[in-house]
């Protein structure tokens, strides 16, 4: 084993390399930038062009292994090793030297990594595999160039080698974090779906899809879901769930095959293996990091995240646009980045650093430690970038002698219910439990809310409590009731969203009456025991109402012939409505229409009821009714109906009846018209109250004698009002 740092010239005497027609036994290594340069006739200089290697820089360091009197066994082994890579050989290996990044040389054929590129002598053309360029070269020259779809071929001394795009290996995406095949690094910094591996040939795609969790600048993949374009699709899930097209699935540790794809589950996470088109894939996924392994695959019809983890914007799979939205959350004072750097490099140290040589730490200490200065270190945060590190080296069967045991690993927190999609599982006071999206808490969070604001309808009212936020807030929500605590909430078992509803006449309801506004007001609290000695849970008290307000004030005219009028009323969501009609009967079964012949002091019927009122709580009450010749309700002249609730004395052909005593009431008066008026229309308006019946007389006190009187037992506030129109 040799050191190799900058500027390190090393000598193989015993095992030379045979590079394009030239044989040598002495290479010169440097370190520049982002690249480690490998060359056979003196130091890389960026003006010169010598015979090079170029390799990804290792920081500045590596180490040279060399095998230079392989015996019978080791020289068949890495001959079949090769071999079953792909990679011609003509006879048996007797030596052989590698990097510890890249294996460069094996006796007489020289084997390249695809993301290698290098140099050949002056008067040559240089090969860019980056372009998924390829050659026909000799000893000497280059004979022509192509894409990599048919491969060129080289015969450097006689050995012919393949060099073609190469899918090969492991795919990592752990929190926001894509680790791709060829081992660069990007994150994902909103929360869409993307695609981590599509093959334009088949149409298979592999998407994950990122949400937040804490923060609402920091995204997690969330779940996979494996699109196969003729056959069902298959969604891994958070909690190690699993459904196949859409249906949930039971999985245990035997293996049980969907539509070709084997799935199986142990307590680590849910595995997916199937082929494709000859390919075989491994998908692994344990709610918190995915990771996918090709065996090999020669295709270049491959896109996605896992090819070019830089390729997000090509890769982001259409969607709700507001995914794209970004935000910026109140740095984490309680974080030091410095602590965390020295966290994450526990992969360099024993026992992760045994598998060093096979598995490249960096893009998952970077992972660690770009995540971890942002986000807090919480929900076995940490660990899962172990793991992920872990699961590599598993795959190269480097077995890490009980890694958890020296990095303090704690499993992996599952929820026993299954969170909804607002939530995710994590830690809640020491107890795992779904907990709430940054994204979707804050619009309660910011106003300082545990839910939405107050339903009203048809005479009930109804509020919705977020359980993650209960939970967050250290409220048991099975110790919640009304005013009445027989009246207890609802869970969802699916949205976990808690439900208290009530009428206008149960649970415990207050009515009350201000400005002929009627409320009713209940409130979520919690429930006080006389036999509790001690409490673990906050005290809640959340006062919600809804009200019937007065009626707008209605300035709409309509003439008799058109029937009948009816407005709508609505305040906080409760609605109501409110309606006029005129007959020619005192048992109002004739309707006067278009077509009815009403005549001067023919007597007619004027019906005034409400529909979406409690009859039991609150009643109507017509506070006065009166008449003008223009459609104004405060024009000149103006004829009394009604006063103070009692027909007008004045008029002995008025009459009042069931005023105040349920929702409708209606009276009768003989049609007039106004005298010296060109004008035959005549404008009738009505003002209404609304009373609580409780503890209240809402039936106006008038004598026999038709005099009014003033009733002093039911509130008088802000009245109604509504118009009518005939014509004469």
């Given amino acids: 084993t040799i050191y190799i740092n900058n500027n390190t010239q090393v000598q193989t005497n015993g095992c030379s390399i045979s590079y394009y027609g030239q044989e040598y036994s002495t290479f010169y290594t440097n370190f520049t930038g982002e690249d480690m340069f490998i060359c056979f ?32 066994n080791s020289g068949t082994f890495w001959t079949n090793l090769f071999l079953s890579e792909g990679i011609p050989i003509t ?14 040389k094996l006796f007489s054929a020289l084997w390249y990594n695809p993301s290698l590129c290098f140099g050949v002598t002056p008067g040559t053309t240089r090969q860019d595999l980056e372009t998924c360029s390829s050659m026909t070269c000799s000893n000497s020259s280059i004979a022509s160039m ?47 779906e993307y695609s981590l591996l599509h093959d334009q040939s088949t149409g298979f795609s592999l998407k994950a899809n990122f949400l937040e969790r804490r923060r609402r600048d920091v995204s997690f993949v ?39 794809v084997d799935l199986s589950k142990d307590q680590t996470g849910v595995t997916a293996n199937f082929s494709l088109d000859g390919l075989s894939m491994s998908v692994f996924f344990d709610g918190t990091t995915a990771q996918i392994y090709l065996n090999k695959s020669n295709s270049l019809t491959y896109e996605g995240l896992c090819v070019d983890s830089s390729s997000s914007s090509s890769s982001r799979l259409p969607s709700n646009s507001s995914c794209q939205d970004q935000y910026v959350d109140t740095g984490d004072d309680t974080i030091d980045c410095a602590v965390v750097t020295q966290q994450c490099s526990i992969l360099k140290s024993a026992p992760f650093s045994s598998c060093n040589l096979y598995v490249d730490p960096e893009p998952y200490i970077i992972a660690c430690r770009s995540t971890l200065c942002k986000y807090p270190s919480v929900d076995n945060l940490r660990c899962q970038f172990l793991e992920a590190y872990a699961k590599a080296c598993e795959k190269k069967q480097v077995d890490l002698q009980n890694w958890w045991t020296t990095a303090q690993y704690h499993p992996e927190l599952i929820c026993e219910d299954k969170c909804s999609d607002h939530e995710f599982c994590g830690d809640i006071h020491g107890n795992t439990d779904c907990r709430c999206r940054a994204i979707f808490a804050s619009q309660y969070t910011e106003q300082n809310r545990l839910g939405g604001p107050t339903v009203c309808q048809d005479n009930t009212a109804s509020l919705t409590l977020v359980g993650c936020l209960l939970k967050e807030k250290s409220i048991d929500y099975t110790h919640l009731h009304l005013s009445d605590q027989t009246c207890t909430g609802v869970m969802d078992p699916d949205s976990h969203m808690l439900s208290f509803s009530f009428s206008s006449d149960s649970c415990g309801t207050e009515v009350k009456t201000n400005n002929s506004q009627v409320t009713f007001t209940n409130a979520v609290m919690t429930r006080n025991s006389s036999s509790d ?14 009200s019937h307000p007065k009626p707008q004030l209605q300035n709409v005219a309509f003439k008799i012939i058109d029937n009948w009028f009816v407005t709508f009323l609505q305040s906080g969501e409760w609605k109501y409505s409110v309606t006029m009609k005129a007959y020619s009967d005192a048992a109002h079964t004739q309707l006067l229409d278009p077509k009815s012949d009403i005549r001067l002091n023919q007597k007619i019927w004027i019906v005034l009821e409400t529909n979406g009122l409690n009859k039991d709580v609150v009643s109507v009450v017509t506070d006065s009714c009166w008449a003008t010749s223009e459609d104004s309700p405060n024009s000149t002249p103006r004829y009394d109906l009604i006063r103070d609730g009692c027909a007008n004395a004045d008029d002995g052909t008025v ?23 060109e004008t035959s229309e005549v404008y009738l308006h009505c003002q209404l109250q609304l009373c609580v019946k409780k503890n209240n007389n809402c039936v106006p006190g008038c004598s026999f004698a038709g005099r009014r009187r003033r009733s002093l037992r039911y509130r008088r506030g802000a009245p109604a009002l509504i118009s009518m129109v005939w014509t004469h």
């Fill in 41 to 72: 006739n003196g130091y890389y200089t960026p003006d010169s062009n010598r015979d090079c290697i170029k390799a990804p820089n290792t920081e500045n360091r590596t180490f040279l292994l060399l095998y230079d009197d392989l015996d019978t």
């Fill in 91 to 104: 006879n048996n290996i007797t030596c052989i030297f590698f990097f510890t990044y890249y294996i460069i």
């Fill in 146 to 192: 192509e894409t990599c779809s048919p491969p060129g071929q080289c015969d450097g001394n006689g050995i012919t080698k393949m060099l073609m795009y190469t899918l090969k290996g492991l795919c990592t995406v752990t929190g926001p974090t894509v680790i791709d095949f060829s081992e660069q690094i990007n994150s994902v910094s909103d929360r869409c």
């Fill in 222 to 260: 969330d779940s996979l879901t494996l699109d196969f374009s003729d056959s069902d699709d298959i969604q891994l899930l958070q909690g190690h769930r699993v459904k196949v097209t859409g249906s949930p699935v039971t999985l245990t540790s035997s293996v049980q095959t969907f539509s070709g």
């Fill in 533 to 546: 000695v001690i409490t673990r849970h906050d005290k809640v008290f959340i006062e919600f109402s809804c």
């Fill in 655 to 677: 009459n009042v009846m069931g005023n105040g005593e349920g929702t409708s009431n209606s009276f009768s008066f003989n049609m007039f018209e106004f005298s010296g008026k």
